[in-house]
């Protein structure tokens, strides 16, 4: 059974600095992984999505790297800002019939 | 226009009445998700239907029942609600690929509080 863990559960940083998520998964037999953000109060917005044969997915200031093998993958987040504050999620996709293991989500604030 | 669609975003109700929370999505995809978010914030999908039929159905109560009347639109029936039913619910919309899942698309939830 698929368990996917985010590590730290809270993270503040101040404005401007760079930054790593963290998204652990222990069955490295995945088919892609999905990173989210999620506002208070809203749903959650797809960020990025690694199949399994990728290494990195960039968009903006995001980059999103996967290594299967060792069942980690990190969400980089250059020169934050404030509106980068939500939770954000990973999600594996490691087949059995489209059913999809969240995190437990890292909630990110940017302090002006 | 919204990609993934649900109504109502907030529903009070009492114990033991019957709900509903509609669902429809604008992309075309052929496989729609129930989600079902507790008070830690953790997600676990509850149901997943490909081109209307049901393919999971992950141990949830039968007093939950989906209907898709058609690709685009997948409701959740709640019977006989309970306390615990109290959670954010969530629809969402993917191109599924065979037997995995592709990119999810999530509409912005429907906060159920059963008193």
């Known amino acids: 059974k698929q368990e996917v863990t985010q590590i730290p559960a809270a993270l503040s940083v101040p404005e401007g600095e760079n930054l790593v998520l963290n998204c652990s998964f222990t069955d490295s037999a995945i088919y892609n992984l999905q990173w989210f953000r999620q506002d208070p109060g809203k749903g959650l917005t797809s960020l990025l999505l690694?199949?399994?044969?990728?290494r990195e997915q960039t968009s903006g200031r995001l980059n999103a790297s996967l290594d299967k093998s060792s069942g980690r993958s990190t969400l980089y987040i250059a020169a934050s800002q404030p509106g980068d504050s939500a939770t954000y999620l990973c999600a594996v996709d490691s087949g059995g019939y489209q059913k999809v293991t969240f995190g437990t989500g890292t909630k990110l604030q940017v302090i002006p | 226009d919204t990609a993934v669609s649900q109504t109502p975003k907030y529903l009070v109700t009492q114990m033991g009445n019957d709900k509903s929370i509609k669902c429809e999505q604008n992309?075309?995809?052929?496989?729609m998700y129930w989600y079902k978010q507790d008070s830690k914030k953790f997600l676990k999908i509850m149901f997943s239907y490909n081109n209307k039929e049901l393919i999971i159905n992950e141990t949830v109560p039968n007093r939950f029942s989906p209907k898709s009347p058609d690709k685009a639109h997948l409701n959740l029936h709640i019977n006989s609600l309970e306390l615990g039913d109290s959670a954010v619910y969530f629809c969402a919309s993917s191109r599924g690929q065979g037997a995995h899942t592709g990119e999810l698309f999530f509409g912005e939830g429907s906060r159920l509080t059963v008193l």
């Open positions: 992309l075309g995809h052929d496989t």
């Open positions: 690694i199949q399994s044969s990728q």
